[in-house]
């Protein structure tokens, strides 16, 4: 709706007003009612109205002032004066303002003013439906000028280079290869990108996200460079420079690296790592080296969170990790049955170490993380209470998406940690499965939202019988207990690892972190903050 302001020393004319018009039938909000020009500016600095009403001659700040002072605040605000006064300076500075009517209080007619007020809120509604058309234009062109480029570079990159010098003059387009310039690539990656895509309608969504921040962004930095979104988790940017700078090339694109990292972060919540390729000074070589860069998979996976460095030839990976898995699976069991979660986590710190010391390939580590956590639940399925045909294919599909050791360890751990929660002694105690199986799901979902009814589904129950039935043989409602084991899951994060606040939220489900912190404060008396401290 579109806020008004009526402004009148005269109370009666102010009540009178806003008795008679209808504000919600013409689609408007009445927000302010002042009997001064100041105390309606003072109200004006915190919210602006779309139209305001006022007498001309007033206490403390007369009419024209407070028109002239909002005209300055919101340049497209309608105003009509009421005034008792006919004289013609009157109505000249009150065209000089660009007032939309003068009217008369002493021949005021209600529906005088109702008939411009309809005609201010069609205004309003066609400047919006112009501007939303202009905008949504805007981004079709943007969004298929950037398709198109992103469909050159990929054929770049996977078609055979029949014409070096027709790639060239695309190119040109773009501002690269030009006189005297070379091409230095850069390949990066999204992290988390398992989590970071729930938090957007599509990949697509995410994808073009990123590739407005990039625009906006590049054409800030003190390099020239263009963003290519080369797929849903991948980006590619190409900085342009002239060799023989007195500063390394190499430090002046990690400096830029650094603040497109803190921006995405900032703006989006998104981190990147980066390879960085070679000076390139013609097509040829640098469809070279973004081939490399894109197929550097196993530099990537054990590159750290958030890191940059310069793109290697792989090395010849080590093998025989399966030669541990015995004794890695020995030790977790038995942290499991003790329901040792400080042991789990310097177990998987110590693998996720050893690994990375060793260098393995990258298929061998995620099968060796995948049997061990589909040997744990077949160990454990009659404490765990799962489907183990499901979990083994939910793991395998969720364990695909890491492209990277640290991000596949950190939720190795919080498998093995959801394994812990669901030995606790403190489940609700219950003659009935369904309220131990109920809280095996609670445990192995904390990470998203989850939701009476979509249990009582999984339990092939009526949601409110359920939702009874739970309360009865538990003494908590449903919501109470998932509640307790989101904080107490969040106060493990907080005593046992350096996330942030706002990444803890996330990994437990939370898409407003006002509220999580609430919450946990209303279950522990203090803020994460203050429980960490």
């Not at 009419?63 to 006919?86: D, F, M, T, W, Y």
């Not at 988390?192 to 930095?221: C, P, W």
């Not at 999580?516 to 994460?528: A, E, S, V």
Request: glycine letters at 6%.
């Amino acid at each position: 709706m579109y806020k008004v302001m009526l402004v009148d020393d005269d109370y009666p004319v102010i009540e009178l007003l806003s008795e008679v018009v209808d504000w919600k039938k013409l689609g408007l909000e009445l927000y302010g009612k002042h009997e001064n020009g100041l105390a309606a500016w003072e109200h004006v600095q915190e919210e602006i109205p779309d139209i305001l009403v006022t007498d001309i001659g007033m206490p403390k700040m007369d009419g024209l002032e407070l028109a002239q002072r909002v005209k300055k605040l919101n340049p497209s605000v309608r105003i009509v004066i009421l005034s008792c006064h006919s004289e013609f300076q009157y109505a000249q500075q009150a065209m000089r303002l660009d007032v939309q009517d003068y009217l008369l209080k002493d021949q005021l007619d209600p529906e005088e003013l109702v008939g411009l007020l309809q005609k201010f809120k069609e205004g309003f509604d066609g400047e919006r439906q112009m501007l939303s058309e202009q905008n949504r234009m805007k981004r079709m062109v943007s969004e298929t000028q950037d398709l198109r480029k992103e469909k050159l570079f990929r054929e770049f990159v996977q078609q055979p280079l029949i014409s070096g010098e027709q790639w060239q003059r695309d190119f040109g387009s773009y501002g690269l290869f030009q006189s005297g310039e070379l091409c230095l690539p850069v390949a990066g990656f999204i992290e988390s990108y398992n989590l970071i895509k729930n938090r957007f309608d599509s990949d697509q969504t995410l994808h073009f996200a990123i590739g407005n921040v990039m625009e906006e962004l590049l054409a800030e930095l003190p390099l020239r460079a263009v963003h290519i979104g080369y797929s849903s988790r991948q980006s590619l940017l190409l900085f342009s420079f002239k060799p023989g700078l007195k500063q390394n090339v190499y430090d002046q694109v990690q400096s830029s690296l650094q603040t497109v990292q803190r921006t995405l972060g900032q703006v989006l919540k998104i981190q990147m790592a980066f390879l960085i390729g070679t000076g390139c000074d013609n097509p040829q070589l640098l469809k070279q080296a973004l081939c490399n860069l894109l197929k550097a998979d196993e530099q990537r996976f054990y590159l750290s969170k958030g890191e940059m460095t310069k793109w290697q030839k792989d090395a010849e990976q080590a093998s025989g990790l399966l030669a541990n898995y015995d004794q890695a699976a020995a030790e977790i069991r038995e942290a499991i049955m003790a329901k040792d979660g400080g042991k789990i986590r310097l177990l998987a710190g110590k693998w996720e170490t050893h690994i990375r010391k060793e260098k393995y390939a990258s298929e061998e580590v995620r099968d060796w993380v995948l049997k061990l956590l589909i040997d744990m639940r077949l160990k454990l399925h009659a404490m765990l209470l799962a489907s183990q045909t499901l979990t083994a294919e939910k793991l395998h599909k969720e364990i695909v998406y890491f492209d990277s050791l640290w991000g596949l360890f950190e939720w190795f751990h919080t498998q093995l940690q959801s394994y812990i929660t669901a030995r606790e002694e403190s489940l609700p105690v219950s003659k009935r499965r369904e309220v131990p199986e109920a809280c095996k799901y609670v445990s192995m979902n904390l990470g998203k939202r989850i939701t009476l009814e979509e249990v009582a589904a999984h339990l092939h129950m009526n949601p409110s019988y359920f939702s009874r039935f739970f309360k009865k043989e538990t003494g908590l409602t449903f919501i109470e207990y998932v509640t307790d084991q989101k904080i107490e899951r969040a106060k493990e994060l907080l005593d046992q690892t350096n996330y942030y606040v706002s990444e803890i939220c996330e990994m437990l489900g939370y898409d407003n972190q006002s509220y999580f912190i609430k919450t946990f404060k209303t279950q522990t008396g203090l803020t994460p903050t203050e429980y960490r401290g």
